[in-house]
């Protein structure tokens, strides 16, 4: 439910990439045979001649014979050299287990425009770096706009299967798991708007996680054990709109957390356990709407909010909100510099005191005379 939300607001932001179904008078494809490619099918456009394969794979407990039908169904496309989408799962195999490799034998071969695997396991008997190679889309490295990988748990990458990408547009890796391999380069990927890493394991970010990706509009780093981000992480991306790390383990932030990015509309951090920020903010927007709803905030800190309080009342039309539903504010004389000083208390959506009274409500009189 959370990625669909999420997902959902990215495409109102027009930011993407939806992957073209076949059109409703595709006709098979009259070569490879559809007896020799089950349970794939194969469909073309007849204007265009555009190729579609769709594989709901139905693997069984046989690795060995699983992997030997995946190489010879992409076999049978031998005298194919451009696929134009490639979709595929595993619903139907045995604990949904994928066994295949994906290298320069298999879709490596084909110019792809769009790829999807979805609903999968990888392989309990090829190293993940080897089903998921750096050569898995050596032939689509000019002409890959969308890429979707969305393993059930977790899956391991090579870390080159991206370099070189010159065309990609949105990137979905779904179950990526750091522990033992390090993330895949996206260094890259410089044409890239919408990039989500939700659902995995990578408990640290730093400065160079996201070196290259100046175009990148959308990130997504939602449920994946983030509980370090080093200051300046996403500095570099100008353009970025929305940013989405719910669903962490984040306890605190770093100064400069947030450094440089002026077009951020959608700050999302509810659901972690944040209580100590240091970042004040100072590198967004007065337009920024930051989203801390969840989290474990005791101490509605002047060094922390006043900055960017003070820029959003300041600014003509300003958009930007600081929405602290579900915190256990103490309402101390941390407060009087947004309730009494700075009239702010607009700026904090949903702020409540851990018994109840609206920050609004706080008694102003008696801020003034208990916090001189």
Not at 37 to 43: F, G, K, S, Y
Request: net charge negative; charged share 15%.
């Amino acid at each position: 439910l959370k990625m669909i939300l999420f997902c959902a607001l990215a495409i109102l932001l027009g930011a993407v990439v939806a992957v073209p179904p076949p059109p409703e008078d595709a006709i098979p494809c009259p070569y490879p045979a559809a007896a020799d490619i089950q349970p794939c099918e194969c469909l073309a456009d007849p204007r265009t001649y555009q190729i579609y394969v769709i594989c709901y794979w139905d693997m069984g407990n046989d690795s060995n014979a699983n992997i030997a039908k995946f190489t010879e169904v992409f076999n049978h496309f031998d005298s194919f050299e451009e696929i134009y989408v490639i979709e595929m799962t595993c619903d139907e195999s045995f604990n949904f287990v994928l066994d295949g490799y994906l290298n320069s034998t298999t879709t490596g071969r084909f110019h792809i425009s769009y790829f999807t695997l979805e609903h999968f396991e990888p392989s309990e008997v090829i190293p993940g770096t080897q089903q998921f190679s750096p050569s898995a889309f050596l032939g689509s490295k000019d002409t890959l706009e969308y890429l979707k990988i969305d393993a059930n748990h977790y899956f391991t990458p090579d870390a080159g299967m991206l370099a070189g990408m010159k065309s990609l547009v949105e990137l979905q890796l779904h179950g990526l798991d750091s522990k033992n391999q390090e993330l895949p380069s996206l260094s890259s990927l410089s044409t890239l708007r919408l990039l989500s890493l939700s659902e995995g394991s990578f408990p640290t970010l730093n400065n160079q996680t996201f070196t290259g990706l100046d175009q990148l509009m959308n990130l997504f780093l939602d449920n994946s054990q983030v509980s370090s981000i080093a200051s300046d992480t996403f500095q570099g991306l100008p353009r970025l709109n929305q940013l989405s790390l719910t669903f962490n383990q984040l306890e605190t932030l770093q100064p400069n957390t947030f450094s440089d990015l002026p077009n951020l509309a959608f700050l999302n951090l509810g659901n972690n356990l944040l209580q100590d920020i240091a970042e004040d903010f100072s590198g967004l927007s007065a337009n920024t709407q930051i989203l801390l709803q969840n989290n474990k905030i005791k101490l509605l800190a002047e060094s922390t909010f006043r900055n960017f309080a003070e820029r959003v009342m300041n600014t003509p039309l300003a958009t930007g909100l600081v929405d602290l539903k579900n915190n256990p504010l103490e309402c101390g004389c941390d407060v009087k510099w947004a309730v009494v000083d700075l009239q702010a208390t607009k700026v904090f959506r949903n702020a409540q005191c851990k018994d109840g009274t609206p920050l609004e409500a706080v008694d102003q009189d008696y801020l003034n005379f208990f916090c001189p």
